[in-house]
């Protein structure tokens, strides 16, 4: 499969335009075109203009570029009668657009040069743009390069999410704790988006279902809710690449019928006359409010089924307007659950083709099984939602009668198919018995699908024997595997333009349209001048981070030490605390062995923790102790920098990638579904220290076993430990270095304040080590200092850091969605080159 790129001859960041007649002219129409936003939409002169202002025009006059080929795509899908794939994400981490469409429209350098005549740095101007706050990590970034992928290869889709006010918490760290504040992205507005008042549709909450009796002695039943909040659109362009396809992300947002009760405002209740709009409101203000009370469950649930309704809603109007019949639905529409937050979906499909559309339950569930099928992100049982019956009964009721008809049918068509037992009743059945009535949110989008994918070949396979097992064994073909992949164009040409420059150098421009073209850098991974120029890039791009931490953390860093990255969500399977433990361990021995030859080296930490989750918040604490001891010993010399840069996301990602040469891929093994983090860095040259856990695997396939680091159990091995038991005190015993790291954790070493701060910690790791840390230390710790030995070599490291780029071609979302496309959704595609 083919890669799309960011230039026909050369990457656009990276090359030189050349300004010839045609170039000139479209230069001056850029300039002009971008004079007039400032001028028109944002009423300023360019003499008092602000780069906020440069930044909005600037946007304004590219967008303006897209719609045109925006509306001549939606016009061909029409009139072709297109088979369209809607992709349904709580999520969408788009992170800044303007590069984004720009390269794809192939217009970075003419924009640069209009720029720069009339005095704007473009590179300066795209630090003002903010990143939209729509995702938290791999979901929401998966879903972003799909959506950039579809576009690329000609797919008709939509992409329907939530447009939140303020999408996840802004972090910021004080005294080394994680604070959380909203995140205000859209406080300037956002000029890629394209408000659709006209199209709005009624969600209903609550209230009770009428059963209506028929002439033939069958019964309707009619949803009267107790509640309704209208959902609004907005549309955001998605152009592919060469801008020859624009998609659409459409995003909803929530708003209250009326906006406030005028009666009680004239009372003098002036509060209280916004309550019904507050509560509407709530619904798109924040990513993943906390569900640690029943309050923030149910706003979950209702952020959940709000969107899922509204796109529900808009699908089939949309279809209706162009077809006939509701029944050709699956021959026209392909729905892609993004995991299980949108697996109110089906439920909301059967309720509109039988109630409203008047359709046989057996008629709509044949379409309904039809046009779905679900994507399984998590083999965590926490994250497979499941929601208390009383609560779904009391705000989807209608919903909730379905559940229970669908569970019905298909425990009696197991029934009848076989001998089920009691006890495979209840692995089956798509209500959880234990500890209180629960619907099981994964097994409705299993059932109600008919196509289930895991996002690599292991987290696939562990599917079949864990999760859904018995599933599986009932429904034998659902499951299939669908590797992610990532998008080239923003992870490596518009993240690494010098890479990319010498990436086309060796393998010709044709790079950036096909990525098969990579595989031509072996040829020059042993040449050592070219060795040589890589380096310098690398060694720039750390100079940039380098700028970065001294501005956010006021600590300087080495551009020629080892940068070795750890970035994703903070979470205990992720295992941060695996990497603390063995920088604790580094220090020790720098302090008690000074004169020894140290590899100087700089330990990078970003990633947030969910508000509610006490334990990973004090890991980015320790995290920060840590940093602050290490960075301010003056027997370590600089020999040893630690730094957790706050608030990550996808600009910072686009600075801390093409800087790290080791790429920290630790989970438990058996527990990451996949990583796109992963790809990211090994793309980029960065070489991985990992458990043989999600994607790593296949990646250690491509890019051979010598050129990764791989450590530890395996997944049987973790779970044939966990089932002998999770008490580490052996295991820390026969350590020669756990003890002393973890005395010198517990005694307060790193939090002199408070010296009892990390006793928890560290009793959980002694007696209740269920992700393996203290297991996998030994191995870890041999493996980094396997990559000390290489990095001594450079003439072998960058060798491999070549091969790794080289044979990374394969984990392109091009690639990834060209399967999605043949084999689940069964829509035509256009590959690229």
Request: aromatic content about 8%; charged content about 25%.
């Amino acid at each position: 499969m083919q890669e799309a790129g960011v230039g026909s001859g050369a990457a656009v960041q990276a090359g030189t335009y050349q300004d010839g007649s045609g170039a000139a002219s479209e230069v001056a129409e850029l300039r002009a075109a971008i004079l007039d936003k400032l001028t028109y939409f944002i009423g300023k002169h360019a003499e008092n203009a602000s780069d906020r202002d440069w930044f909005v025009a600037t946007a304004l006059a590219v967008r303006d570029r897209i719609v045109d080929r925006w509306t001549e795509t939606r016009d061909r899908i029409w009139a072709h009668h297109t088979k369209r794939v809607y992709y349904l994400s709580l999520e969408f981490l788009i992170g800044r657009l303007l590069f984004d469409a720009l390269n794809n429209l192939q217009l970075t350098d003419p924009v640069r040069v209009a720029l720069a005549e009339l005095g704007v740095d473009l590179d300066r101007m795209r630090e003002v743009e903010p990143d939209a706050a729509l995702g938290n990590g791999g979901l929401g970034r998966l879903a972003a390069c799909f959506m950039d992928s579809m576009a690329t290869l000609s797919i008709a889709a939509h992409g329907y999410g939530i447009r939140y006010d303020h999408g996840l918490f802004r972090q910021r760290i004080k005294d080394g704790w994680q604070l959380e504040y909203p995140e205000d992205w859209l406080s300037f507005g956002n000029p890629w988006e394209f408000p659709r008042p006209e199209i709005d549709y009624s969600i209903g909450f609550g209230g009770h279902v009428e059963a209506m009796a028929r002439p033939d002695g069958t019964f309707r039943h009619v949803w009267h809710p107790g509640e309704t909040i209208e959902a609004v659109a907005y549309d955001t362009p998605v152009p592919g690449w060469r801008g020859r396809h624009v998609n659409t992300l459409r995003l909803w947002s929530a708003r209250a019928p009326d906006p406030l009760r005028l009666d009680a405002f004239n009372r003098g209740d002036h509060v209280g006359a916004l309550t019904a709009q507050v509560r509407a409101e709530a619904i798109s203000k924040i990513l993943y409010p906390s569900d640690a009370t029943p309050a923030g469950q149910e706003l979950r649930l209702r952020q959940e089924y709000f969107f899922v309704s509204a796109s529900m809603q808009d699908l089939i109007d949309r279809h209706l307007r162009q077809h006939d019949a509701i029944e050709t639905l699956p021959e026209r529409v392909a729905i892609q659950l993004n995991d299980t937050h949108p697996a109110i979906a089906i439920a909301e499909m059967m309720r509109l083709l039988v109630d409203i559309h008047h359709l046989e339950w057996e008629a709509a569930w044949t379409i309904t099984t039809g046009v779905f099928s679900y994507t399984n992100h998590t083999l965590l049982p926490e994250a497979l939602e499941t929601w208390a019956v009383p609560l779904m009964e009391r705000m989807l009721p209608r919903h909730m009668q379905i559940i229970y008809l669908i569970n019905a049918l298909h425990l009696d068509r197991l029934r009848k198919s076989g001998e089920v037992s009691d006890e495979m009743v209840r692995a089956l059945s798509l209500i959880d018995e234990h500890s209180g009535r629960r619907v099981r949110m994964g097994h409705l989008a299993f059932v109600g699908s008919h196509k289930i994918n895991g996002v690599s070949a292991l987290h696939t396979d562990l599917m079949r024997v864990t999760v859904f097992r018995d599933l599986n064994g009932a429904y034998p073909g659902r499951i299939v595997n669908k590797t992610n992949g990532i998008t080239f164009r923003r992870w490596l040409y518009q993240a690494n333009p010098g890479l990319t420059r010498l990436i086309q150098e060796a393998c010709g421009p044709g790079v950036v349209d096909r990525t098969a073209d990579l595989k031509a850098l072996e040829k020059v991974a042993d040449d050592r001048a070219f060795q040589r120029r890589v380096a310098a890039v690398r060694r720039a791009n750390k100079i940039h981070l380098g700028r970065i931490i001294a501005e956010q953390l006021g600590v300087k860093v080495d551009p020629d030490a080892l940068f070795d990255v750890q970035i994703k969500r903070i979470h205990e399977y992720k295992r941060q605390l695996l990497n603390m433990l063995e920088t604790i361990a580094v220090y020790e021995e720098i302090r008690s062995q000074p004169t020894r030859d140290w590899i100087p080296r700089v330990k990078i930490f970003a990633g947030k923790a969910a508000a509610s989750y006490h334990q990973a918040k004090l890991i980015i604490k320790l995290a920060n102790d840590v940093a602050k001891v290490v960075n301010s010993d003056p027997t370590v010399r600089g020999l040893l920098k630690v730094a957790f840069l706050p608030n990550y996301n996808v600009s910072l990602a686009e600075a801390i990638i093409p800087a790290a040469d080791v790429s920290e891929q630790i989970s438990t093994a058996g527990m990451e579904a996949s990583g796109t983090g992963n790809m990211k860095f090994a793309l980029n040259g960065a070489l991985t220290i990992g458990t043989l856990d999600g994607a790593n695997v296949e990646i250690r396939e491509h890019v051979g076993p010598e050129n990764i680091f791989i450590f530890g159990l395996t997944a049987e091995e973790v779970e044939a430990r966990r089932r002998r038991g999770i008490d580490a005190t052996t295991v820390i015993a026969a350590s020669p270095r756990l003890p002393e790291i973890l005395d010198a954790m517990a005694s307060g070493v790193f939090s002199p304040d408070e010296p009892g701060r990390y006793r928890g910690l560290v009793d959980s790791l002694r007696f209740h080590d269920y992700f393996m840390v203290t297991a996998d230390f030994d191995s870890y710790y041999a493996r980094q200092r396997d990559i000390y030995r290489l990095w001594r070599d450079k003439e072998a490291w960058w060798k491999a850091s070549l091969l790794n780029t080289a044979r990374m071609g394969w984990f392109s979302s091009d690639r990834a969605i060209t399967e999605y496309a043949q084999e689940i959704w069964r829509v035509p595609l256009q590959p690229i080159g």
